[in-house]
C-alpha cells in the first residue's frame, strides 16, 4: 500500500458540500427561499409558532387529542400558550421503543420593551427598552426595527402588533453619537459602547395637534396613534409583550449568493429546517416529537422553556395512551438538540481553534459538547450517542463536521441539551455553522442549511 492509499485510509477530513455534491448548490438555494420567507414571517416566538401551526395543518397536522386513537402516519401538534409547539408523526413502532426528539428555539436576541416604557425628553419620545439574551449592545444602535407583539386590553381584547415589516410602514431606532461628539464615549469598553438603559427606540418627534395646557405633547401623539391602531393606552403596556426586532427582511449575501443574512437564525434556522423534515417524514419507524421551544436565549426558564415540564408531560400523555410507561419511553429515545455553532472565521481567528471549529459550507455541525471553563453546565453527549447518530447520517450522504463553541477558554454557551438529558434521554447537538452569531444580521452558508434539512431527514427516518 502506498503512503498515499494509506493515508486515505486512516486520515480524515470533512468534505467540502459544494466540491462534494456541486448539483445541490441549486437545490439549496431553492430551499433557502422557502428558509426566507419563514424567517420574514416570522421573527418573534408567537409568530413561528403561528407560521409553523398553518404549516401543519396545511400537510394534514390535527391539534392533539390524548382520547384519540392514532395508527402510524398519523400526524398531531400541540402549541403551549401560543409560545412553543410539539409536532408528532406516528411510528409504526409502539412509544416504548423510543421517540425521535428533534427540539430547536424560535426565540431570538431582541430589544423588549420595558413594562412602562414611554416617555418623552427634549422634544422627542423614546421608549425604554430591556434586552433579551445576549446580545453586544454597540450592534443595536443606528439598525431599523420593526415592533412584533401583543398587549390585552382594558375590555380584554388582544391586540397584535405587527408594525414595520411591509413597505411604506414606519420603522424605530436606537441612537448612537456622531464621531465628532464620540471622544469620551470611544474610549469607553467596546462592552459598554452603548449601555443597557442606553438602549431607548425612537418612536416619535411630533406634537399632539392641540398643544393648549398639554405637557408632553410629543408621547401624547405617540399614544393617540397607538390608540388609533391598536385602541390601547398607556396602562395596556403593563399588560403587553413587545418586542423590537431588525425591520430587514432576509436577503442573499455574496455575489454567488452561497448565503442567507438574517436577523433571528440563531435558531429558526434548525426551526425551519426540523419543520419541514417533520413534515415531509411520512411512515417512520419511531414516533417523532419536533420541539419549536421559546425561552432557550434566557436559560430555557419559564413554562414554555425546555427546563420547565411541558415537553415531559407530552410524552406522558403519548405514553399513557398506549398504556407505556413514560420512565421506559424516555430512555429508549434519541433526541437532537438543534441549535447554532459558531462558525470560524478568518477575520477573528484567534478565538477559535481551528481543527475543532466548523466551518461555513462543510455541513451541519454535531457538537458533542458545549459549556464554558472545563465544559461546565454542558450535555457532554457519550461515544454511543456520537456513533449513532453518526452512522445515521454516513448513511444518508449527509454532509457534517464537528465543532466546539471557540477555543477552550474562549468563552463558550448552552442549549437545550441539558435539559432533555436531565429526563434520561440520550441527546447531543447538531445545528448550523453561523457568522456573526446574536447580532441583528447573521449569517449561514446555504447548503449547510439544506444539509441540516437531510440531517433532520435521515434522523427522522432511521431505525
Ligand atoms: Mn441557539
Ligand atoms: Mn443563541
Redesign the pocket.
Known amino acids: 500500500m502506498t503512503g498515499k492509499e494509506l493515508q486515505e485510509k486512516l486520515a480524515w477530513k470533512f468534505p467540502d458540500i459544494a466540491e462534494r455534491y456541486p448539483e445541490q448548490i441549486e437545490t439549496a438555494g431553492r430551499f433557502c427561499e422557502e428558509y426566507k420567507q419563514f424567517l420574514d414571517r416570522g421573527k418573534t416566538e408567537r409568530e413561528c409558532v403561528a407560521r409553523a401551526a398553518e404549516m401543519l395543518e396545511a400537510a394534514g397536522y390535527r391539534p392533539f387529542d390524548r382520547k384519540a386513537s392514532y395508527r402510524p402516519g398519523d400526524k398531531v401538534y400541540a402549541v403551549n400558550r401560543g409560545k412553543a409547539l410539539i409536532a408528532t408523526t406516528f411510528g409504526t413502532e409502539p412509544a416504548a421503543a423510543g421517540l425521535r426528539l428533534n427540539g430547536a428555539?424560535i426565540d431570538s436576541p431582541r430589544l423588549d420593551l420595558k413594562p412602562n416604557p414611554l416617555y418623552e425628553k427634549d422634544g422627542l419620545a423614546l421608549l425604554k427598552t430591556h434586552y433579551y439574551g445576549g446580545i453586544r449592545k454597540y450592534q443595536w444602535s443606528t439598525v431599523p426595527l420593526s415592533m412584533h407583539g401583543v398587549v390585552y386590553l382594558e375590555d380584554g381584547t388582544k391586540a397584535e402588533i405587527t408594525l414595520g415589516e411591509k413597505d411604506g410602514e414606519p420603522r424605530f431606532c436606537v441612537t448612537d453619537l456622531l464621531p465628532h461628539l464620540a471622544s469620551e464615549q470611544n474610549g469607553r469598553k467596546l462592552s459598554e459602547g452603548i449601555k443597557g438603559e442606553e438602549l431607548n427606540v425612537v418612536i416619535g418627534s411630533l406634537p399632539y395637534e392641540d398643544t393648549k395646557d398639554v405637557k408632553e405633547a410629543v408621547k401624547l401623539k405617540v399614544l393617540a396613534l397607538l390608540h388609533e391602531y391598536y385602541g390601547m393606552t398607556e396602562k395596556d403596556f403593563i399588560r403587553a409583550e413587545i418586542e423590537m426586532v431588525p425591520a430587514y427582511r432576509a436577503m442573499d449575501i455574496g455575489l454567488d449568493r452561497g448565503m442567507v443574512g438574517a436577523y433571528g437564525q440563531?435558531?429558526r434556522v434548525c426551526a425551519y429546517t426540523a419543520l419541514r423534515a417533520e413534515i415531509e417524514t411520512k411512515h417512520p419507524v419511531h414516533t417523532t416529537v419536533t420541539i419549536l421551544t421559546d425561552k432557550?436565549?434566557i436559560g430555557s426558564v419559564g413554562n414554555t422553556g425546555l427546563n420547565s415540564d411541558y415537553v415531559l408531560h407530552y410524552i406522558q400523555k403519548l405514553a399513557e395512551r398506549e398504556g407505556a410507561d413514560y420512565k421506559e419511553v424516555l430512555e429508549h429515545s434519541l433526541c437532537l438538540s438543534s441549535?447554532?455553532n459558531a462558525a470560524y472565521d478568518p477575520t477573528f481567528s484567534s478565538v477559535y481553534e481551528t481543527r475543532n471549529s466548523c466551518y461555513v459550507g462543510k455541513g451541519c455541525v454535531l457538537t458533542k459538547y458545549t459549556g464554558a471553563r472545563g465544559k461546565s453546565s454542558s450535555n457532554d453527549a457519550s461515544a454511543e450517542v456520537m456513533a449513532k447518530v453518526v452512522r445515521i447520517m454516513d448513511e444518508a450522504g449527509v454532509c457534517w463536521q464537528t465543532g466546539e463553541l471557540g477555543a477552550v477558554d474562549a468563552g463558550g454557551g448552552g442549549?437545550i441539551a441539558q435539559f432533555v438529558a436531565g429526563l434520561n434521554v440520550d441527546v447531543v447537538d447538531l445545528?448550523v455553522p453561523i457568522l456573526s452569531m446574536h447580532s441583528p444580521f447573521e449569517l449561514a452558508s446555504k447548503l449547510d442549511v439544506y444539509h441540516t434539512f437531510l440531517a433532520f431527514q435521515a434522523f427522522y427516518n432511521a431505525d
Do not use: A, K
Request: glycine residues 12%; hydrophobic residues 10%; negative net charge.
Open positions: 428555539h440563531d435558531d432557550e436565549e441549535d447554532v442549549t445545528g
